[in-house]
């Protein structure tokens, strides 16, 4: 049986990642490794060329503050960011988290400032109301349903901005404690093809291993063009750290 590698790309690290978004990478990378596929990572940034973009697998973005938003949203105007979202939009799975979902959408309007024009890969916009308006904090439980299983996930969120879905756009997960996109309408992030937004900081893959499970095998699904199966894992431990997450909010779970 061939070796088989996954190329991961990590959108700006240096800038955006925020509340333990680090865990996405490792829970992703160790899983791999753990049932022998192995991991190439590497970052994004100011010296990415469109050709390293192209060699990608997988992408990951956290979160980040307003300012730096605005420096990586700079970065990603014009082919960059034009190949981000073609990529995407031919099926490369993908999961943003937070201030990355926002420059994915079509606009982030910030705390101070002028509107951020985003990429357009989700048909969402998010609004920041302004920095006297209390931000949207706290542990957070949803539910999840994916191509034929249902799960619930935990995680932290912090933001202020306030995320709408557009027409086209289809929720990730639906909010059972916690804010979700805006604390009011029980959405959370928004998914397209294979690509997932969402603002579960925590981090999300670590004690949410189906979804990681979920994006390693549509990343081998996509490159090896092949039915993946991937090899079951002791989850014992993800699990207890979900469930405490769980129990302290309330639902047992
Ligand atoms: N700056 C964004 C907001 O406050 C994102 C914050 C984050 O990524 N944690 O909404």
Aim: proline fraction near 4%.
């Amino acid at each position: 049986m061939t070796e088989k590698t996954l190329n991961i790309g990590w959108l700006y690290p240096d800038l955006m990642s925020t509340y333990g978004d680090r865990g996405n990478i490792i829970a992703f990378q160790k899983r791999c490794e753990w049932r022998g596929i192995k991991t190439n990572l590497s970052t994004i940034n100011q010296e990415t060329k469109i050709s390293d973009l192209e060699k990608l697998d997988f992408i990951f973005g956290g979160g980040a503050q307003d300012l730096e938003q605005e420096i990586v949203i700079k970065d990603l105007q014009g082919k960059k960011g034009e190949t981000i979202k073609n990529l995407i939009e031919n099926g490369l799975p993908a999961l943003f988290v937070c201030g990355a979902p926002q420059l994915m959408g079509r606009y982030y309007e910030p705390a101070v400032g002028k509107r951020i024009e985003g990429l357009g890969v989700f048909d969402i916009t998010t609004i920041h109301p302004g920095p006297n308006q209390s931000r949207l904090i706290g542990n957070i439980i949803a539910k999840v349903e994916l191509e034929g299983f249902s799960t619930t996930i935990v995680g932290f969120e912090n933001h202020g901005g306030r995320t709408q879905l557009g027409k086209t756009a289809k929720p990730f997960a639906y909010v059972i404690k916690g804010f979700g996109n805006n604390g009011e309408d029980q959405t959370e992030g928004v998914i397209y093809k294979y690509a997932i937004g969402c603002y579960f900081h925590g981090p999300l893959l670590p004690k949410n291993p189906t979804i990681a499970d979920w994006l390693i095998a549509k990343s081998l699904g996509k490159k090896y063009k092949e039915k993946v199966e991937l090899k079951s894992l002791d989850d014992s431990l993800e699990n207890q750290a979900h469930s405490v997450i769980a129990t302290r909010l309330g639902v047992g779970v």
